[in-house]
């Protein structure tokens, strides 16, 4: 039995060697034939990409071979931008002529006689009844946003120093001069108080309002302490006093202007920053670009109006008599001094500058600013206006003897009433509570911040307001206040960047729409030859801000009105620091949104998901042929990308698993993005082009440039 079992084994073991044997003969010839395939495949790699890169060469020796030819053809499309500049520099002129022509009684507001005679007829004009002081400043109003409109509308070349000087320190005198008629109107209001006497309080109410401001009044007449609160009707605006003020005579006035002529100048006089000037590496052009450079530098520089810089620039630093307690006319000085002291306090003022608007590109840092009750006016601005909230002196009331109204004059005009009491410093004062319902004309999309402007340090602050209450539904807010004091809500700068989206059509002849879609709303903005018109603004589906919208106005005007409405889609020349932007190369975004403009007659541009994988120094946007005004389907569009000097097709679509700058079939570089789509454009398409106007060309460049959208998506 043994000697068979140990046979078994052997025969066992000498099966188990050939199988091993067997198994690895066929793991080599696996093994060979492995590596065989892997030699054939590297050498197809090699040979694939040898034929690629053989087709890339001959490809960019194709485009270098046209280069030359295709900037000439793409330099005279960009003549339309000179035709453009020369029309508006014209229609600037034209319209200088006009006003002088007109001679309608209001003056010219770049005339410094004009303006100067104008300011001290209004001065000597005793009549203070509110509704003229309304009608005066409707005009005074208009002088100032002429004054604004020119300094950001006139190229740096049609302006002196000189004027832009003038122009700002006439702005600060006309603020300055409304913000006293409108004191002087309150002082006339007071003294007849008891015309407006409330039968159920006994007190003093007036609402009293126009477009640009309202005007709320109560008078403490009666002293009881259980009239302490108000609300004025039909503005919903209302006040809790502490007790002390209740038995008082005292008046509160609660001054809302529909604009803002409190904070700094620079504020309102922001120009389009220019891309130059932003902090990315100038893209070095390779000598054989010069062919086209020095024109279109020079186009560039008349094609942007840029504001002056520094010396120029507006200050931070504010006129005094913004609150009328620091306003000589309130203590009655007479008129010339009060005018010599005007002018030289304006002077100061323009000349101390502290934050020029054009900081070097060096100075990257933001000025840190310490004090974190102080607003950063770069990340937070004033929407809704501006509200003087003030308790005053009750002047002595008109008193009915027979057939005669008296009244004691006293020469001390407008008195504030001082509240804490100055002389007990230590003890603690209960502080007003205020109750303002927002506008409807502007939109908060957040929390707004409520600030008081702080005088002495020219800048609005955060300090001593407490208990905020927002009610969004009801759009008012609560809050308490150790003193009285001038109040803005400030909203952020950038809540509506980053964009989600966004999209240009041509919607007709030399006419196209613009949709931005931000975080909180979409905004569509149409085009028609040289003008542009707001035509919705849609938030959680309902159409609002219907005060501004289908009024056609330029590119400048359009970005006036969103901004004060509290839709900003423009980035400023900081913004970067606040927004995380997908940084892009001045050279392919300026570059990209001064050729689709000369193309937007014919085709549609669009936001893709790829621009953000593109890297620095390209731009990937989608693109369609379009000659109807429907909107255009997803099937339609198609991918380009664009550095400034070679576009491409890209042969991913918007759904693609990744981002591959491989071109599409069939397809060529070029060295612009007009010839890139000329490619697979119709006939129809390029001779749309061609004929398409040179405003209207402009206007959507200007938008383009605006808004930033390749950048700020």
Not at 148 to 174: A, R
Not at 190 to 202: F, H, I, Q, R, V
Not at 219 to 230: D, G, I, S
Request: glycine content about 2%; some cysteine; overall charge negative.
């Amino acid at each position: 039995a043994n000697v068979k079992s140990s046979g078994k084994k052997k025969v066992n073991k000498a099966e188990q060697l050939r199988l091993q044997k067997e198994e690895e003969e066929r793991r080599l010839k696996e093994e060979e034939e492995a590596q065989l395939q892997a030699q054939q495949e590297e050498a197809a790699r090699l040979e694939k990409e040898r034929i690629e890169q053989e087709q890339m060469e001959y490809l960019e020796a194709k485009d270098r071979e046209r280069r030359e030819s295709e900037l000439a053809e793409l330099h005279s499309l960009e003549q339309k931008f000179l035709s453009a500049q020369q029309w508006k520099t014209d229609y600037r002129a034209n319209a200088k002529w006009e006003r002088y022509l007109s001679c309608d009684g209001s003056p010219d507001p770049t005339v410094l006689q004009e303006i100067n005679t104008f300011m001290s007829l209004w001065r000597e004009d005793q009549n203070e009844d509110v509704q003229l002081v309304m009608e005066k400043g409707d005009q005074v109003l208009n002088l100032i946003e002429k004054l604004q409109f020119l300094l950001l509308d006139t190229p740096p070349n049609e302006i002196t120093e000189k004027e832009i000087f003038q122009y700002q320190e006439s702005i600060l005198e006309l603020q300055n001069l409304l913000h006293q008629k409108y004191n002087g109107a309150t002082e006339h209001l007071l003294k007849t108080a008891s015309m407006y006497e409330d039968s159920e309080s006994g007190n003093m109410q007036a609402v009293i309002k126009d477009k640009n401001v309202t005007f709320c009044i109560w008078a403490n007449l009666k002293k009881k302490v259980r009239f302490k609160n108000h609300v004025f009707c039909d503005v919903e605006h209302g006040f809790d006093l502490p007790k002390s003020l209740a038995v008082s005579s005292v008046a509160i006035r609660i001054l809302h202007t529909h604009y803002d002529h409190v904070s700094p100048l620079w504020l309102q006089c922001q120009i389009v920053p220019k891309l130059e000037v932003l902090d990315s590496e100038e893209v070095t052009q390779p000598s054989k670009d010069n062919v086209e450079e020095p024109e279109e530098e020079e186009e560039k520089a008349r094609e942007k109006p840029n504001m002056p810089t520094e010396k120029e620039m507006c200050s931070d630093g504010r006129k005094s008599a913004s609150s009328f307690k620091e306003s000589d006319n309130m203590a009655g000085v007479n008129e010339t001094e009060e005018e010599i002291e005007k002018k030289s306090e304006i002077l100061d003022i323009l000349s101390q500058v502290q934050v020029p608007l054009m900081q070097e590109e060096t100075n990257e840092e933001k000025e840190v600013i310490t004090d974190e009750n102080i607003v950063d006016l770069q990340q937070f601005v004033p929407v809704g206006g501006v509200y003087h909230i003030d308790a005053l002196q009750l002047p002595p009331q008109v008193k009915k003897i027979k057939d005669w109204n008296m009244v004691e004059l006293l020469d001390v005009g407008l008195e504030a009433y001082t509240y804490p009491p100055e002389e007990t410093e230590d003890a603690t004062h209960p502080p007003i509570q205020i109750t303002l319902r927002l506008s409807d004309n502007v939109m908060y999309f957040k929390d707004p911040v409520v600030a008081r402007w702080d005088h002495a340090g020219q800048q609005w602050r955060t300090d001593c307001i407490s208990n905020i209450t927002y009610k969004m539904q009801e759009k008012s807010i609560t809050f308490d206040m150790d003193a009285f004091y001038t109040i803005a809500l400030l909203q952020d700068v950038h809540c509506n960047m980053l964009y989600q989206a966004w999209e240009l059509r041509p919607t007709g002849i030399d006419e196209a729409l613009l949709t931005v879609t931000t975080p909180f709303a979409t905004i569509q903005i149409q085009i028609k030859g040289y003008q542009c018109m707001l035509s919705s603004v849609v938030v959680e589906e309902e159409d609002v801000l219907s005060h501004v919208t289908g009024k056609w106005i330029s590119p400048l005007d359009l970005r006036a009105v969103l901004k004060k409405a509290g839709v900003n889609i423009f980035p400023g020349e900081h913004s970067h620091k606040y927004v995380s932007v997908n940084k892009k190369a001045p050279l392919a975004e300026d570059r990209a949104y001064q050729q689709m403009a000369l193309v937007a007659s014919a085709f549609a541009f669009a936001w893709s998901k790829w621009n953000l994988e593109a890297g620095q120094e390209k731009v990937v946007f989608k693109v369609s042929e379009h000659l109807k005004a429907d909107s255009v389907e997803d099937k339609d569009w198609s991918l380009y990308m664009f550095n400034g000097q070679k576009a491409q097709k890209l042969k991913i679509t918007e759904t693609s698993e990744a981002f591959s700058e491989e071109l599409e079939e069939d397809s060529e570089f070029h060295s612009t993005l007009y010839h890139m789509l000329k490619d697979f454009a119709s006939k129809e398409a390029i001779d749309k082009v061609e004929a398409a106007s040179c405003l209207f060309i402009d206007v959507v460049y200007q938008l383009l440039l605006a808004t930033r959208v390749l950048t700020y998506s």
